[in-house]
Every structure is written in structure tokens, then in C-alpha cells.
């Protein structure tokens, strides 16, 4: 399979199997954020609701690309975690894979809904700080960082205000009199086409949570094999190294009509980190058949891309450079564009296990959080009209935030929209307190625990290893 050694290979397929696992608990840990809505209000049984839901989480893995994968790897520069002590490696992965299992079951046992996308971006940056604490040096893209931690703040709030908005819109649209509003019975079924409403909204939270929160696993996943066996994973090994040479020829035949004497301070930088990148591929590139196989070769490919395309990012925002429109076009998608496919992917088989991970684990342990969100977030039972907005608003949310490759919390967003929904009912007297307040000492706890935790760790098997 890979060429290590058998030790090696049984620590692999474990840090495989532990991401597995974290997929699995994240299936069945976020699921009640997609069923619970149509369990309480009897759209569906909850056996039809949990495989209904477990089979297109699965299928939003499959089909949603790899755009929010890519921003969980970004987060982590992981070239500056590359140890030649493989032993090393491993050890970071442990740290984060130990810390975001243990989190994420131990608020799972509580009945707590927690973000698994908390949980396991804290502990990617606990990594990284833990690595910067010990060798004095940068691990951690805060750039990248910020942008996720704004997601993640801001999706509950917009969860919050949207189901809001939406019961008020209802309220003006129906009568205060309409079933919607009623609180449901146990022998009463919703009218057909709220049940409609309810299955489809649940089938759309079901596939924008497998499109996002699986792509967290294939992220997970991605950094274990590049950190492990850079060799294989560093690199698309699909795409010959030949075929990169008319890409990079585009990429140096636009760079050279850049006037550097146009430029700022600041822009000069990423110019000068530009022309290195460029010159360091081309090196890699004229290399013979036999060293173009090695670990550093790969890896040098994948640093190089990866830098010459962040520096061309920040140097178009900048706005200082002296190209046409289509040269800037054609540098971005012709050229840069072009080596990107080097480094922006994710294998098949790596896909096909989080989908099975992430489906399987909806279809167990959603009793607890399903409790939760039904009957602890708000005083009165669930009604159509809550659960349908609830839905609605959490289904728009994570898809857009899909489209954006931007990481969100389904668990706070339909959490937040169920308490949204309550408040606009009965005011903020309707909401159970003390669920809330878990459920707030939750999110402020997650990433900082996560964080000591997985830094902490990661320490200590450094240290051991």
C-alpha cells in the first residue's frame, strides 16, 4: 500500500480509523439538528427520520466538492509541521484526533448540542500554537483563522435573527388561528403539505450538513495523510509532473510583464515571494523521472503552489498591479488555476469513508440531542411553524455558507433558530434557561478547551515520541 514500515502502516490506518470515528460522532452528535423537527412534529418516525437524514448527509458529502475541505487545511500550515521524524507527525495527529473525539462524545453524553466544527478547529489550533510555543515559530494561518472564527460567530446570530423575521412573516401572512401555530398533540399529524414543507427543509439541512461538516472530515483526513505520507498525498499522484510545465510557463510568461516599480512596500513582498516560488518549481520540474518520486519533491511541489498562489492572492487585493484585466484573468485561472489542481484535491476512497462515517454515525445516538432541541430549548412543545422556519433558515444558512467554503456550526445555527423561533412566540420569557445556558457555555468553552487541550497533548507526545 504505502512504503512504510509495518509499525508505521498499523499508526496510519489508527489515525484513519480515529478520524473515521470523529465523522462518525459528528453524525450522530449534529443529526438531531436535521431531525428532530420532523420527529416533533410526527412528519416522520424517527426510524424513517434517522435514515432519511443519514442518507443524504452521506450524499451532501459525496456530491459537495471539496471548497470547505480546503479551508480546514489552509488553517493549518501544515508545512511548517512536516517533521523528518515521522514518529513526530503522528503525534500531532493524535493530540488533535484525541481532543476532538473526546469532546465531542463527552457533550454528546450530556445532551449538550455542541459544534463538532468548534471542536475540531480549536484543536487544529491548539496544534499549532502547541508547535509555535516549542520551536518559536509561525503555525497557525490567523488570516484563515479569522475568517472561519467569523463564521462561526456570526452564523448563530444569523440563525437567531432569520427564524425571527420568518415568524413574524408567517404571522402576518396566516391567521394567529392556523394549525402551524398550534402546539402539536401526540395523536395529531401535520396537514399534508406541512409535512411536505418539514421533510424537505429536513432533507436540505440533512445534505448542507453532510456538504459542510463531511468536508470537515475529509479535511481531517487529508492533513493525517500528508502529514504521514506526504509522498502520496502532497501531490494529486493522478497528474504527471510533465503536464505542469505549460501551467507554469503561463504562470512566469504574466509575472514578468508585473513592473515591480509600480508596487508598494507590502506588495513587493509577496512579488519577491512570487518570483521565488516560480523559480523553485521550475527547478522541480527539470528534475529526472526518479527524484520527482521523493517525499521532499512532493512536498516542495505542494509548498511552492501553495505560496505563489496565496502571494497572488494578496497581491490583487492590493490593487497595485499593473496588468490588464484578462492578463490578471489568465494568471489566475490559465496558470495559477492550473498547478492548484496539483494540491486542491481529495481522493476518492477518502470521500467515500466520511460519507459512510458520517451517514452511518446519523443512524445512532440521536435520541439525547434530539430531546434537547424538541423540549428543552423553548417552554411550550414544538410547533409546525417553528420547526418549519427553524429548518428553513438553517438550510439557507449552511448552504450559503457552503457555497463560500466557509465552516459552520449546524448545531448552533438550527439550535439558535429554534430558540429564534421561540422568542418570537412568547418573547424570551418562552426559553428553558438553563438549556440555553449549556448550550451558551458550550459554544464559549469548545474552542479554548479544545485548544488547551490538543496543544497540551501535542506537547506531551512531542515530548514522549
Known amino acids: 500500500m504505502f512504503s512504510l514500515s509495518t509499525g508505521l502502516l498499523i499508526l496510519l490506518i489508527i489515525c484513519l480509523l480515529c478520524a473515521c ?57 501544515i508545512e511548517t509541521l512536516i517533521d523528518p521524524n515521522i514518529y513526530h507527525n503522528i503525534g500531532m495527529i493524535m493530540a488533535l484526533l484525541l481532543t476532538a473525539i473526546s469532546w465531542n462524545f463527552f457533550t454528546w453524553y450530556l445532551g449538550i448540542p455542541c459544534s463538532s466544527s468548534h471542536t475540531l478547529i480549536g484543536s487544529i489550533l491548539g496544534v499549532g500554537l502547541g508547535y509555535s510555543m516549542m520551536y518559536d515559530a509561525e503555525a497557525v494561518n490567523w488570516k484563515e483563522a479569522s475568517k472561519i472564527g467569523t463564521s462561526l460567530l456570526v452564523s448563530p446570530l444569523v440563525g437567531f435573527s432569520l427564524a425571527i423575521f420568518l415568524m413574524f412573516i408567517l404571522r402576518r401572512i396566516l391567521t394567529k388561528k392556523n394549525i ?66 505549460p501551467a507554469l510557463e503561463k504562470v512566469n510568461e504574466k509575472f ?17 515571494k512570487m518570483e521565488s516560488s516560480i523559480k523553485k518549481l521550475g527547478v522541480l520540474v527539470a528534475l529526472p523521472a526518479g527524484a520527482q518520486n521523493a517525499d521532499s519533491t512532493k512536498f516542495g511541489y505542494r509548498k511552492h503552489i501553495l505560496v505563489l498562489s496565496k502571494s497572488w492572492e494578496n ?63 423553548g417552554k411550550q412543545h414544538l410547533t409546525y411553524s417553528q420547526g418549519a422556519s427553524a429548518e428553513i433558515v438553517a438550510s439557507i444558512t449552511i448552504g450559503f455558507a457552503s457555497y463560500f467554503k466557509l465552516p459552520v456550526s449546524t448545531t448552533h445555527v438550527l439550535s439558535s433558530g429554534i430558540a429564534g423561533s421561540m422568542v418570537a412566540t412568547k418573547g424570551v420569557k418562552n426559553l428553558q434557561a438553563k438549556t440555553v445556558k449549556n448550550i451558551l457555555i458550550a459554544w464559549v468553552l469548545t474552542l479554548p478547551v479544545c485548544m488547551l487541550l490538543a496543544g497540551s497533548l501535542f506537547w506531551l507526545f512531542r515530548t514522549i515520541l
Not at 426510524?47 to 475541505?69: C, E, L
Request: net charge neutral; proline share 3%.
Open 315 to 377: 497581491l490583487q487585493k492590493s490593487g497595485h498591479v499593473n496588468l490588464s484585466d484578462k492578463s490578471q484573468e489568465e494568471l489566475k485561472k490559465g496558470g495559477i488555476g492550473e498547478l492548484k489542481k496539483y494540491t486542491d484535491f481529495a481522493p476518492e476512497w477518502v470521500i467515500i469513508l466520511i460519507a459512510l462515517s458520517l451517514g452511518l454515525g446519523t443512524m445512532i445516538g440521536w435520541k439525547r440531542i434530539v430531546v434537547t432541541i424538541g423540549e428543552k430549548i
Open 256 to 272: 514578468i510583464e508585473i513592473d515591480k516599480s509600480q508596487l508598494k512596500e507590502k506588495d513587493t513582498l509577496e512579488y519577491n
Open 21 to 77: 470515528i470523529f465523522e462518525f460522532i459528528n453524525g450522530f452528535h449534529d443529526t438531531a439538528n436535521a431531525v428532530a423537527t420532523v420527529i416533533y412534529t410526527k412528519s416522520l418516525k424517527p426510524t424513517q427520520a434517522v435514515v432519511w437524514s443519514g442518507i443524504w448527509n452521506a450524499a451532501g458529502v459525496f456530491f459537495g466538492g471539496i471548497g470547505v475541505t480546503l479551508s480546514i487545511v489552509a488553517l493549518l500550515p
Open 180 to 245: 402551524i401555530f398550534k402546539e402539536t398533540r401526540p395523536d395529531e399529524k401535520p396537514p399534508m403539505w406541512v409535512r411536505a414543507i418539514l421533510v424537505v427543509t429536513c432533507t436540505l439541512v440533512s445534505f448542507f450538513h453532510g456538504q459542510n461538516d463531511g468536508q470537515k472530515g475529509i479535511g481531517l483526513m487529508m492533513l493525517i495523510l500528508i502529514a504521514i505520507v506526504p509522498g502520496y498525498f502532497a501531490i494529486n499522484s493522478n497528474m504527471k509532473m510533465d503536464s505542469m510545465k
